[in-house]
């Protein structure tokens, strides 16, 4: 299995942009208009949030190493930024685009309103959107507009202003899944944006595996005090957050690179490979080499 690495913003358009189906608006915007065009679809962790429309065919991927989505004809898949996925599945006439923003432009267009957006992809983990009545025209206008033989001199601006309303429309379908309820209406804006910040944290930590006081003491609060605003703002406790960040990456580098169980034990900072695979089992339910074999088949 070839090892692979979360992929940069730079190194992800080169490795896309060999086809007249990708149109790269700028950095941080990207536009696939036809997803069997795109070659490089292995397993991968990109600094773009993701939004599949499949029109025909059928998609099974897996997201963060122990969910498997089945995507149809007319439903959105929904892959947020830096999560894991590997692709299972794509049928030979899947007809599909794609729209791909960085987390700077995530926060640009949907502005305070970004807290949904989390709280569907991070704590709901709502990756799939059936079809919705304003879906078919947004997809043809998309088209138009990313694939544009003359270029409007208020591009910039009609861009932006089209992606707010976009992403605005598909923050206003997942508030209206069941599994959106606030967990603690007393959650304050200053709670949410604390805990943005410790899921920030604990995502460019290479060894998560740390203490709730390391996390705090970066946010410059109690342990005791994020613990309260993390149970308040999602219903989970951090360390349960730290757990699942961690079993994330033994999930990619078991199934996405050939280095031994020990060398995997060692790079995500477990004190030895015995401790690694007694907490991976208890986590996932099988050994560390279980999972691997049976996970190969689809590297």
Avoid at 109 to 136: C, D, P, R, S
Wanted: with cysteine; charged share 20%; aromatic share 10%.
């Amino acid at each position: 299995m070839k090892g692979i690495r979360k992929m940069p913003t730079k190194e992800f358009i080169e490795s896309v942009s060999n086809t007249g189906s990708v149109q790269v608006v700028n950095d941080d915007v990207l536009f696939i208009n036809n997803l069997r065009d795109v070659a490089n679809l292995s397993t991968m962790r990109t600094e773009y949030n993701t939004i599949v429309h499949c029109q025909g065919g059928r998609i099974l991927v897996e997201i963060g190493g122990d969910t498997q989505m089945k995507v149809k004809p007319g439903q959105l898949l929904i892959i947020p930024a830096g999560k894991l996925v590997q692709p299972m599945m794509i049928s030979t006439d899947i007809e599909a685009n794609a729209l791909l923003l960085t987390n700077k432009m995530l926060k640009s267009v949907l502005g305070n309103q970004i807290f949904i957006w989390n709280n569907a992809m991070y704590m709901k983990e709502i990756y799939i959107v059936k079809e919705t009545g304003w879906l078919e025209g947004i997809t043809e206008y998309t088209q138009q507009l990313f694939l544009h033989n003359k270029e409007p001199k208020l591009y910039n601006e009609i861009v932006f202003a089209f992606l707010r309303m976009l992403m605005l429309l598909l923050c206003e379908d997942l508030m209206q899944s069941d599994t959106m309820s606030p967990v603690d209406d007393s959650s304050t804006m200053h709670d949410k944006e604390l805990f943005n910040q410790f899921l920030q944290h604990l995502s460019e930590q290479e060894q998560k595996r740390q203490k709730v006081a390391f996390y705090a003491d970066k946010l410059n609060i109690t342990p005791k005090y994020l613990s309260t605003i993390s149970k308040r703002v999602s219903g989970k406790n951090p360390m349960r957050w730290i757990t699942e960040s961690v079993m994330e990456d033994c999930y990619r580098l078991l199934t996405s690179t050939d280095l031994s169980v020990k060398e995997i034990s060692n790079r995500l900072g477990f004190p030895n490979s015995s401790f690694f695979g007694q907490y991976f089992r208890t986590e996932a339910g099988m050994t560390p080499m279980e999972y691997r074999t049976g996970h190969k088949r689809w590297a």
